[in-house]
């Protein structure tokens, strides 16, 4: 059984940067894809950036440039480092797990949250103009 916690959100301005992690656990096939999504109230989840087992990585265009996912196997702990933060980057942030025994682990495009069987509680990100 996946479990996923994340942390490190909070309130920041407009332009300052936060980090936030996500440890896994029972997450034990090598293959897989792990995955950022953030949902804002009345609005739709959305994908932030996914990586997979061979370490590729999508990125949504709302956040290509400004932030980035990492994996540290070692730890079983997913990353995602958020600079210029912007007060629409203001949302409930979720990590997700897509276990993919057999598989080459890639993961899919366009990222869907339903392609993703575990999740998080989520940790909130408030950005401030």
């Known amino acids: 059984q996946v479990q996923l916690v994340e942390s490190g959100g909070g309130s920041v301005q407009a332009g300052g940067s936060l980090r936030l992690s996500c440890t896994a656990s029972?997450?034990?096939?090598?293959?897989?894809?792990l995955g950022w999504f953030r949902q804002a109230p009345g609005k739709e989840r959305e994908g932030v950036a996914t990586?997979?087992?061979?370490?590729?990585?999508t990125y949504a265009d709302s956040a290509e440039g400004r932030f980035t996912i990492s994996h540290d196997n070692s730890k079983d702990t997913l990353h995602l480092t958020m600079n210029s933060l912007k007060p629409e980057d203001s949302a409930m942030y979720y990590c997700?797990?897509?276990?993919?025994?057999?598989?080459?682990?890639?993961?899919?495009?366009?990222?869907?949250?339903?392609?993703?069987?575990?999740w998080g509680q989520g940790t909130q990100v408030s950005v401030s103009s």
């Open positions: 997700a797990a897509d276990p993919k025994p057999g598989s080459d682990g890639y993961c899919l495009e366009p990222i869907e949250p339903e392609d993703f069987g575990y």
């Open positions: 990586i997979d087992s061979n370490d590729a990585i």
């Open positions: 029972g997450l034990t096939y090598s293959t897989y894809c």
